[in-house]
């Protein structure tokens, strides 16, 4: 099975896959983009995946809906209606071949949710704006306790999961994590690496878990103790706890 990104907007990806009934789309804010695949392809849309209400995940949902009649699937606490079908926080539904359980995330916005699954190849994880490659989505309504609580759901899934997430934000994710850490060789190596893979012309997503995990500083900043001091060391503020490192340079990248 493929996964492939649908550009759209300045930089979301609808991440998409074909079933034999159709595409099942992830996220589609821009119901042209999806069209356009949809008759290069010539295929309708079978199925939508919502992590989300923001009107950039969800603004083509409905034109879409109207001309082909999709399963729309979000979660029951979803900000974002009509869906089709609604699912609990842990709950399995089946999505053009690939079995997603969904997994409450909250911290971006208070209805965000993310949809583990697996392929034949490789377990996947649709994780929306809650985290980026070398970054995560800001608080619009969480709080910092409740989105270092939904990355640490996710850091405990597998290391060989490989992440969609649905912003082209890699490159801005680095830079800033590398003026802020000039030392740190593996975000140094790995701006170099986003650089190179953008000026081939090519997408930077998706990555697997395990290489956010020694290079995202989002998520370092909970686990990592060398990077955890290297944050102290830049602010007055005594820091004890994940959420208080995670806060602090939330508010950085925020500022920056």
């Given at each position: 099975?493929?996964?492939?990104?649908?550009?759209?907007f300045?930089?979301?990806?609808?991440?998409?896959?074909?079933?034999?009934?159709?595409?099942?789309?992830?996220?589609?804010?821009?119901?042209?983009?999806?069209?356009?695949?949809?008759?290069?392809?010539?295929?309708?849309?079978?199925?939508?995946?919502?992590?989300?209400?923001h009107?950039?995940?969800?603004?083509?949902?409905?034109?879409?809906?109207?001309?082909?009649?999709?399963?729309?699937?979000?979660?029951?606490?979803?900000?974002?209606?009509?869906?089709?079908?609604?699912?609990?926080?842990?709950?399995?539904?089946?999505?053009?071949?690939?079995?997603?359980?969904?997994?409450?995330?909250?911290?971006?916005?208070?209805?965000?949710?993310?949809?583990?699954?697996?392929?034949?190849?490789f377990?996947?994880?649709?994780?929306?704006?809650?985290?980026?490659?070398?970054g995560?989505?800001?608080?619009?309504?969480?709080?910092?306790?409740?989105?270092?609580?939904?990355?640490?759901?996710?850091l405990?899934?597998?290391?060989?999961?490989?992440?969609?997430?649905?912003?082209?934000?890699?490159?801005?994710?680095?830079?800033?994590?590398?003026?802020?850490?000039?030392?740190?060789?593996?975000?140094?190596?790995?701006?170099?690496e986003?650089?190179?893979?953008?000026?081939?012309?090519?997408?930077?997503?998706?990555?697997?878990?395990?290489?956010?995990?020694?290079?995202?500083?989002?998520?370092?900043?909970?686990?990592?103790?060398?990077?955890?001091?290297?944050?102290?060391?830049?602010?007055?503020?005594?820091?004890?706890?994940?959420?208080?490192?995670?806060?602090?340079?939330?508010?950085?990248?925020?500022?920056?």
């Amino acid at each position: 099975m493929t996964i492939f990104p649908i550009p759209a907007f300045q930089d979301n990806y609808i991440w998409c896959w074909q079933s034999p009934q159709g595409l099942w789309v992830v996220d589609p804010g821009d119901a042209a983009a999806v069209e356009r695949v949809s008759g290069k392809l010539n295929h309708p849309v079978a199925g939508i995946v919502v992590t989300h209400h923001h009107p950039d995940h969800t603004g083509g949902i409905r034109r879409l809906a109207e001309r082909w009649s999709p399963e729309v699937i979000g979660s029951a606490s979803s900000r974002f209606q009509p869906l089709t079908r609604t699912v609990q926080d842990g709950e399995t539904v089946e999505a053009g071949g690939i079995a997603l359980r969904m997994l409450e995330v909250p911290g971006h916005t208070l209805d965000h949710v993310a949809w583990f699954g697996h392929t034949d190849a490789f377990p996947v994880l649709f994780c929306g704006d809650t985290l980026f490659s070398g970054g995560c989505g800001r608080l619009f309504e969480g709080s910092a306790e409740q989105m270092t609580a939904s990355l640490a759901r996710i850091l405990s899934l597998p290391d060989e999961t490989r992440l969609y997430p649905a912003h082209e934000y890699t490159l801005a994710n680095f830079r800033f994590a590398a003026r802020l850490f000039p030392d740190d060789e593996a975000i140094q190596e790995r701006l170099a690496e986003v650089e190179d893979c953008l000026a081939k012309g090519q997408p930077t997503l998706p990555v697997t878990l395990g290489l956010e995990k020694r290079t995202n500083v989002f998520l370092r900043a909970l686990t990592d103790p060398v990077l955890q001091r290297a944050i102290q060391s830049q602010t007055e503020t005594r820091l004890q706890h994940p959420a208080d490192f995670f806060a602090t340079i939330r508010a950085w990248k925020d500022a920056a």
